[in-house]
């Protein structure tokens, strides 16, 4: 029996991407009960019920041995998808991870001060060259009120902030499954100007990135990407182009 898959996290785990007849489960009752006693988690009787029995485990690793499992789509796959259409363009492309993760407002500052080395210094290599990664940053919410926005248009928010409309920089970044969050966009477009032109509408980039409303920003600006789902999903992309 083949189990064709397509990977949506970091690693590649079959036992994290899904479950199933032809998977193997390492976990066991044992693990989710510690999980629940660590965290001091409520549980429906019904739930703890089923918990307190070790009957009835998932299949273990070694107890399906004709089984098989294959990949079709992965994050690095999408990746080296990408930089090969970077090199058909004629420029230079930097794959810096499929698994990078974190809070988005840190990882586009970062990756901001990357993109200004590469264009001031040719460091860590010379342009035009497009900086491209995967994985899924995270948006942790404060108690004041929030805006909307996914972890995507908010990392390209704080990484617009942090380049302060540096010359010969633009960068897009989106949700494979054409959904950002909980929104109607995958992603967005990051530009030179794009923060100037906040400014023209009366907005306040920094404002609004502190109160994660980075959909209204780009919205406001015409900027969002619209895909509509895609129906699959191999993680986030990011490309940030160095001219």
């Given amino acids: 029996m083949v189990t064709l898959a397509i990977s949506d996290v970091p690693g590649d785990d079959p036992a994290v991407i899904g479950s199933g007849p032809t998977v193997p489960d390492p976990t066991t009752f044992a693990d989710a009960r510690a999980l629940v006693a660590r965290y001091g988690l409520a549980l429906s009787p019904e739930v703890a019920a089923r918990l ?45 991870g499929d698994a990078l993760e974190g809070e988005s407002r840190e990882m586009g500052t970062v990756l901001a001060g990357i993109a200004r080395s590469v264009r001031a210094h040719g460091e860590p290599l010379a342009p035009p060259a497009v900086l491209l990664s995967g994985g899924e940053s995270t948006v942790t919410i404060g108690r004041g009120p929030a805006g909307r926005g996914g972890r995507n248009t908010e990392f390209l928010l704080a990484l617009a902030v942090a380049l302060a409309g540096a010359p010969g920089i633009w960068a897009v970044a989106g949700d494979t499954d054409g959904i950002d969050g909980t929104e109607d966009a995958a992603g967005a477009i990051v530009a030179p100007d794009t923060l100037a032109r906040a400014r023209e509408r009366g907005l306040d980039p920094r404002a609004m990135l502190d109160g994660h409303d980075s959909y209204g920003l780009f919205a406001a600006t015409g900027d969002l990407l619209r895909s509509g789902p895609t129906l699959t999903n191999v993680n986030d992309i990011r490309a940030i182009l160095v001219a």
């Fill in 52 to 96: 307190a029995q070790d009957e009835d485990e998932t299949p273990k690793p070694g107890e399906l041995p004709q089984a098989e499992f294959r990949l079709i789509a992965t994050p690095a796959m999408a990746l080296r998808a990408a930089a090969e259409a970077v090199r058909e363009a004629g420029l230079a492309p930097l794959i810096l």
